[in-house]
């Protein structure tokens, strides 16, 4: 006799979410269990996510908690699911992801498809010149202070599916462990979850951007998950704003970060307005004066721009100092572009899009940790860096592709 199930899920779509879970990659959860394990008992393992989903008994298992660095300094706790979780998230995520995404409003650039975080530093670039006043803020605890019962709310409001709803509730109140200690949740969804990025965005479309094109039309903004700016006029109007948004904040759950928070003055020239902040960090970008040369006219004068911050440059200058490149002496030069290369071009691809210049210490650092590999691997080299830098110039003349920077035209600076 078969048995209906509460639920219609296709099984094609809980393989297709798994394969999307295979490709993000990620660590194991509380159960240890690696995608690599995961896949030896592959079919036996997403039948379960299945049938449990269709017949409405599954329950999401604990969320393992890993406390993780931040770049500005401190740290923040990430909730890392199983993989079968994580599988049974995604097949949430991407029925619902369609019916959301149609409501988002077109400045809000955070964890959305076809949008990026270099999207929204293009149009806050261009607003600077427009506007004179910029209010910088920053959520403080975002992922761990959304109250649940406005999240559901608003969930509710925009999905017929029951089965959505009632997994979403669970994953919001599934447990963590944190050091063999079990911690209850009553607010809050796990940053790391699958679901998270996609409900955050969802309550703040509500708390953050909704609001602020109904109470203040003609004031432009952007926001990228729980960072955003918005453009004033006047300091005044900017002072208002301000006190109007931690209001709001406050009124659903949140909390502004005072450390991250401020109005900041944009003016090209640097004798003017005194007294006020002049620069702003913005999605691994600091705003300031930079001088740089008008492509019409030709002349060089300050104009308000966006270049790579300094704590994303010692983020990189750290992760190179780890990578220990001049004691690979065992590796080729051919090998060791191979090795670092996705790195190199990924901090080009985000960091050197504006700004260029900004991002040469970078390249003037890889350069020399390849000088002092040189030093290292051939005796004719040994304490003999001009040497070693000027067999490194020829390879780069010669091989202008061996390494990404090297292709992207910053090859200079060995010395």
């Known amino acids: 006799m078969w048995v209906t199930k509460p639920f219609t899920i296709s099984k094609q779509l809980v393989l297709e979410a798994y394969k999307r879970v295979k490709s993000n990659g990620g660590s194991a959860g509380i159960d240890a269990e690696s995608i690599e394990g995961f896949e030896i008992n592959l079919k036996s393992n997403l039948y379960k996510v299945w049938n449990r989903m269709s017949s409405g008994s599954y329950f999401p298992p604990a969320v393992k908690a890993v406390t993780i660095p931040k770049k ?67 959520i403080k605890g975002l992922f761990d202070n959304i109250p649940h019962d406005l999240m559901m709310t608003a969930l509710k409001r925009h999905t017929k599916d029951k089965w959505v709803i009632l997994y979403t509730e669970r994953w919001l109140k599934a447990p963590m462990i944190k050091d063999g200690e079990t911690i209850l949740r009553n607010k809050g969804t796990p940053q790391g979850g699958v679901i998270s990025p996609l409900l955050s965005n969802l309550f703040l479309h509500y708390v953050f951007d909704v609001w602020l094109t109904i109470k203040h039309q003609n004031i432009p903004w952007s926001r990228y998950a729980d960072d955003g700016v918005l453009h004033c006029k ?150 003999h860096k001009v040497r070693a830098i000027k067999f490194l110039e020829r390879i780069s003349e010669n091989s202008r592709d061996l390494f990404a920077h090297w292709k992207a035209g910053m090859v200079r600076s060995f010395v």
């Open 72 to 138: 500005q300094g401190g740290t923040r706790t990430l909730g890392i699911p199983t993989v079968s979780d994580r599988v049974a998230q995604m097949v949430v995520k991407m029925v619902l992801e369609p019916e959301l995404e149609p409501i988002f409003l077109e400045d809000s650039y955070g964890y959305r498809p076809g949008k990026s975080a270099l999207d929204a530093i293009a149009v806050t670039r261009k607003r600077c010149w427009k506007y004179l006043w910029v209010i910088e803020f920053d």
């Open 234 to 383: 006047t300091n005044k109007q900017a002072q208002y704003v301000m006190n109007q948004l931690k209001q709001r904040f406050a009124e659903c759950g949140l909390e502004m970060n005072s450390d991250k928070s401020r109005i900041v003055c944009c003016s090209n020239t640097e004798q003017s307005w005194t007294g006020n902040l002049r620069s702003f960090d913005y999605l691994g970008y600091t705003f300031r004066v930079r001088r740089s040369m008008n492509s019409k006219t030709g002349k060089i004068s300050g104009n308000f721009l966006p270049g790579v911050s300094k704590s994303s440059l010692n983020s990189m200058r750290l992760k190179i100092r780890k990578l220990k490149i001049h004691r690979w002496t065992n590796c080729s030069i051919q090998e060791i572009s191979y090795k670092i290369n996705p790195i190199i071009q990924g901090w080009i691809n985000y960091y050197a899009k504006f700004s260029r210049t900004s991002f040469y210490s970078i390249c003037r650092q890889i350069n020399m940790k390849l000088v002092k590999w040189a030093m290292n691997k051939y005796k004719t080299l040994a304490k």
